[in-house]
């Protein structure tokens, strides 16, 4: 049995059985609020892996998988089976683990979510930080997000290719890249999901050559991006940035200076880990049980 | 020798049906693993048990180790640590020359003509330029998240010509790295004779052999004599805790690789620094400690310790967790992914904290034991060899480009 305190911050997951095609996967990292990773399962519901949304961008990047490629074309590639490329689930929890033993695991290791599973493997829901932000959202912390954004801003400057954006986000590990203007200010947001959604809506309209698929990638970055900005500034408390992240349905945003230039990046996981930081682990279990 | 059906009671048949199906797919494919020594360190074990898993699904896989002088060995040492970030390790010319040297004549006497090379850490490294055939996979088990730039800028053009690099873990991940990297958490086969089950009396039997009384309390750590694992740290807690727990003693157990020349000079450093403490058992292989009495000894632990400045990803770690024995452990490495503060034992700052937690557990054998509990099942979903076999047989089949 789920613990009482634990099941009402499980959110069921986006699952995709081990034998379905790739491109199932693509789908539905790609559509509605897209999640970035999805629970790969057997046929009785067990979970078997997982695949996120890097993994399926190196895929179609041809940074992954070339010898697949090679000998059967993109296309062959996506119509594979999903275990092929899913990866192994290291973030497993039976389900009477304690809300504050997932909290410690995802803040200790900068990781966003937690699977639990029953004794034999079944999945019973998903423990994702945004479960957590939300009932602490309205709550102010008297911290800014400078001390806890990413600093290292890795970004694209507007006009470079989708591929290029793409190939930076793969290369470099991040999930998401501001785009930004000559001065460096944020004119929009390309997020791996992006690139997926374009890709696939792209290729559902065409007859799946590799040649469209370079078209597509040769487009500017702003044809995927989103071009509506949320940032959040330096100074403002952390607390408004998670609010602002949920309200735009968004897992990570630019923290801009006062000059509306892009000095970092914040994602959930930053916030979660600014909030353990500022209350303690203690406080902010009291926070979100209340 | 374990079959992979002797895994479904622990991991579930879902895993085990995976593997096999992959283990399909490329069945009769040749890979080869190149490693620097077939006895001693992670490595060597992981292999160990990996590769006749590998070879019972039908897959022609072998094992083949380098072979070189002292020399050669203190270089790639030298090599490891600066990859570690060891900023004063320097790698001259002359250094750099052998190290290449051996390694191709290495090449001219193994056997690379495979679909899949396998090559594991910096030792092996420059065999890629003997490349005849197949696809290469360079898995890195060290933490190149803040290499020396000098070492690495040396090393770097080698590793390009690989296909595929893998990490153990995500920030271990060199930040300009040019070919496409995969992560690979480290495993434990909890079958084999460091973790397999014991009975009580075995466990009684390798303790008395030693000297070390089973009636009384032990605390360990179990990690090669090196000064990143912090063995004169593990002493000073159990000098702290000894304090208030008169009867307690401490085994500080490693193993000296025959790569590893440095391991010696520490060896000697932490049996001065026990001094002539009769409850401090210093031990290793050379007094016959093998995986067996690894196993006995750290079931016999009421605690383990880790208390590594830097670690790998910490599979000693893992070891203990799977006996059931709660860790107290410094933030190093992988060891915060399977140390869950006061879940499956402390994650501690310094002396001090470590002692104080150490002395806790003693006086709380409950909650010793529900800790210890916790992290075995921490152990058995996350970190036992059939993902990381997995995970070799996913790799093998997307470099080649086998399908189902």
Redesign the interface.
């Known amino acids: 049995m789920v613990r009482m305190a634990l099941e009402k911050f499980l959110v069921k997951g986006a699952t995709v059985e ?1 034998h379905m095609p790739l491109i199932k996967a693509m789908e539905l990292l790609s559509y509605g609020r897209h999640p970035y990773r999805i629970l790969v399962t ?1 046929g ?1 519901g ?1 979970v ?2 997982i695949i996120s949304g890097r993994r399926v961008l ?1 895929v179609l990047m041809g ?10 074309g993109l296309r062959g590639t996506l119509e ?2 999903v ?12 389900e009477d ?2 809300v ?2 997932l909290l ?2 995802m803040v ?2 900068t990781i966003g979510y937690a699977v639990i ?1 029953d004794q ?2 079944r999945l019973k829901g998903v423990f994702l930080e945004v479960a957590v932000l939300q009932r602490l959202s309205r709550k102010r912390f008297g911290v800014g997000v400078g001390g806890f954004m990413t600093k290292e801003v890795i970004s694209a400057r507007a006009g470079t290719s989708i591929e290029d954006a793409a190939k930076t986000m ?4 991040v999930r998401r890249l501001p785009v930004v203007d000559q001065e460096g200010k944020a004119i929009g947001l390309v997020t791996i999901g992006d690139v997926l959604r374009l890709v696939l809506s792209e290729l559902k309209t065409q007859s799946w050559l590799e040649r469209d698929l370079m078209e597509i990638l040769h487009a500017p970055v702003e044809r995927a991006a989103s071009p509506k900005t949320v940032s959040v500034r330096l100074e403002e408390d952390i607390g408004v940035a998670a609010e602002r992240m949920l309200d735009n349905e968004v897992s990570g945003m630019p923290v801009t200076d006062s000059g509306g230039r892009v000095v970092g990046i914040i994602s959930r996981i930053d916030l979660l880990k600014a909030m353990t930081a500022a209350i303690g682990i203690e406080s902010l279990k009291a926070e979100i049980d209340g | 020798m374990a079959r992979i059906e002797d895994y479904a009671p622990i991991v ?1 048949d ?2 085990v ?2 593997i096999r ?2 283990a399909e797919i490329i069945k009769g494919e040749k890979a080869v693993h190149v490693n620097a020594t077939s006895y001693g360190g992670g490595v060597a074990e992981i292999l160990s048990r990996m590769i006749p898993l590998a070879r019972s699904l039908g897959i022609d896989v072998t094992w083949q180790t380098l072979k070189g002088d002292i020399d050669f060995f203190k270089v790639t040492k030298k090599m490891h640590n600066a990859l570690q970030g060891d900023l004063g390790a320097s790698i001259s010319d002359e250094e750099f020359k052998l190290y290449l040297k051996v390694a191709a004549e290495n090449a001219s006497m193994l056997d690379l003509g495979a679909d899949v090379v396998v090559i594991h850490d910096p030792q092996p490294l420059p065999l890629v330029r003997q490349r005849e055939r197949g ?1 290469w996979a360079w898995r890195c088990h060290i933490d190149t998240s803040t290499p020396n730039e000098a070492a690495w800028s040396r090393l770097e053009p080698m590793v390009r010509m690989y ?1 595929l690099a893998i990490f153990s873990m ?1 920030r271990y ?1 060199p ?1 300009r ?1 040019a070919i ?1 990297a ?2 690979d ?1 480290p495993t434990i086969d909890p079958l084999s004779p460091k973790n397999a089950p014991m009975k009580p009396e075995e466990v009684e039997k390798v303790l008395e052999r030693y000297g070390v009384d089973p009636d009384r309390p032990l605390i360990g750590q179990v990690a090669r004599f090196d000064p990143w694992k912090n063995p004169l740290g593990a002493i000073d807690v159990y000098r702290q805790v000894k304090a208030a727990v008169p009867g307690l003693q401490i085994a500080m157990i490693g193993s000296f690789a025959r790569d590893d020349p440095e391991g010696a000079e520490w060896y000697e450093r932490v049996v001065r620094y026990a001094g002539r403490d009769k409850d401090v058992f210093v031990l290793s292989n050379l007094d016959g400690v093998g995986d067996l009495e690894v196993n006995a000894f750290q079931r016999a632990f009421s605690v383990a310790l880790q208390l590594s400045n830097r670690e790998g990803f910490g599979l000693t770690v893992t070891e203990a967790l799977w006996k059931g024995v709660p860790v107290v452990a410094k ?1 190093a490495g992988g060891i ?2 399977q140390v ?4 499956t034992g402390f ?1 501690t700052e310094g002396i001090k904290d470590a002692s104080e937690r150490v002395a806790l557990l003693l006086r709380r054998p409950w909650l010793a034991r529900e800790l210890g509990e916790r992290g075995r ?2 152990v058995r ?3 036992l060899i059939t ?1 990381g076999l ?2 070799y047989l ?1 790799m093998h ?5 086998k ?2």
């Open positions: 081990i057997d009785e067990k078997v892996g190196e940074m992954r998988g070339a010898g697949m490629s090679e000998k059967k594979e089976h275990g092929v490329f899913m990866d192994e689930c290291h973030e497993t929890f039976l683990v304690g504050e033993a410690k695991f200790e290791n599973v034999s493997m793969v290369k470099r590990r | 579930g879902g895993a049906d995976t199906r992959m696809k296909d995500e991940i930040k790295l496409p995969i992560i958490y933030r915060p992914l869950i503060d006061g879940t994650l099942r921490h979903l996350n970190f993902k997995s995970n996913r089949i997307e470099l080649v480009g399908m189902g």
